[in-house]
Nanobody, 119 residues
Framework: QVQLVESGGGLVQAGGSLRLSCAAS????????IGWFRQPPGKEREFVAH????????RYTDSVKGRFTISRDNAKLTVYLQMNNLKPEDTAVYYC????????????WGQGTQVTVSS
């Protein structure tokens, strides 16, 4: 089992940057795939990016490619989401989640952190 805590959200102007952190507990961090998801106001939650911790393999949704970078620090049991050139449509509650790479569903979720981008 793993517990996840997000941090780093806030209010930023369009074109600005934020770095979100997802701190994990537990000794099996390297076994997981960690994903970032977001839920814009009034919309469904959507996938943003993921990293397979053991290999570093990453994947992004098209709308954030070239602007967001997901990375991990195995020593700190932390996954980051560096968000550059933010747009108002990036406004959402951002969640990190964990699953084993060979499982279909994400089983463990953080509490979320609000990101608001003003125009």
């Amino acid at each position: 089992q793993v517990q996840l805590v997000e941090s780093g959200g806030g209010l930023v102007q369009a074109g600005g940057s934020l770095r979100l952190s997802c701190a994990a507990s537990g000794s099996t961090f390297s076994s997981y795939q960690i994903g970032w998801f977001r839920q814009p106001p009034g919309k469904e939650r959507e996938f943003v990016a993921h990293v397979i911790v053991s290999s570093g393999s990453t994947r992004y949704t098209d709308s954030v490619k070239g602007r967001f970078t997901i990375s991990r620090d195995n020593a700190k049991l932390t996954v980051y989401l560096q968000m550059n050139n933010l747009k108002p449509e990036d406004t959402a509650v951002y969640y990190c989640a964990a699953k084993f790479p060979y499982f279909r569903n994400y089983d463990y979720w953080g509490q979320g952190t609000q990101v608001t981008v003003s125009s």
